[in-house]
């Protein structure tokens, strides 16, 4: 109900009538069914305008760090991340990792919609960088279809760093669905996971239209100053 409420009646109305977001390809998303919304990620409010710019409701995996912090600053982000679907998820890799791909598996078996940001951080400079294959994984594993989504500016509207949003006009490109059925029960071979990897980070190239680097963005981002991250 508090998902509702955000998105059709309080933040979702608001923020669309404030950026007047546009999207394309839209129909692409299946009306019905689990499907995994794999996006590029340029800005912290990427999971804000892809969720209350489709029909479906959707359900992201953010990092536990914004669940955890305390102070009012704290709550606040805690609430306003609750309350626009997201779940919490522990990013220190091992059985942790493991952890999050099972959540990841359970939405997707109640037959929802799940985003992922397969680079597994934001951008910190615009380009689009290497895949992590958990994505592949939870694909292969699942046998939902893949939907490549490219969000467009939205680091204009909120850069890294920025206490506030800017006034500018986001814009979001749905492409078709991905088939990797022809990889279903090889999850466990890691090259076959880079492939499915890599032809979804291809597919949002194209879409994006942003420059490729084949590192992750994780490495980029230690190497620049902490109020750049």
């Not at 892809?50 to 955890?68: G, H, N, Q």
């Not at 420059?211 to 902490?226: N, T």
Request: with cysteine; hydrophobic share 40%; charged share 25%.
């Amino acid at each position: 109900m508090f998902y509702w409420l955000m998105k059709n009646v309080i933040a979702g109305p608001l923020l669309k009538g404030i950026f007047r977001p546009w999207v394309t390809g839209a129909d692409n998303i299946p009306k019905q069914g689990a499907v995994i919304l794999a996006s590029n990620h340029l800005s912290f409010v990427d999971s804000v305008f892809l969720p209350i710019c489709i029909d479906r409701d959707m359900v992201f995996l953010a990092k536990s760090e914004y669940f955890t912090t305390k102070g009012i600053k704290g709550w606040a982000t805690k609430w306003f991340m609750k309350g626009t679907g997201m779940l919490p998820i522990d990013r220190s890799g091992g059985k942790a990792s493991e952890a999050s791909l099972n959540t990841g598996l359970r939405v997707l078996a109640e037959g929802r919609v799940l985003g992922i940001y397969p680079e597994g951080t934001r951008s910190p400079d615009g380009k689009l960088y290497r895949g992590r294959t958990g994505i592949a994984r939870m694909v292969l594993e699942s046998g939902v279809p893949v939907v490549p989504v490219a969000m467009i500016d939205t680091e204009k509207v909120m850069p890294i760093g920025a206490k506030w949003p800017k006034m500018r006009r986001p814009g979001i490109i749905i492409g078709k669905p991905l088939d990797f059925s022809r990889f279903q029960g090889m999850e466990g071979d890691r090259f076959i996971l880079r492939a499915v990897t890599d032809e979804i980070i291809y597919e949002l190239a194209g879409l994006s239209g942003q420059q490729y680097e084949d590192v992750y963005a994780s490495s980029v981002r230690e190497k620049r100053p902490v109020n750049a991250r």
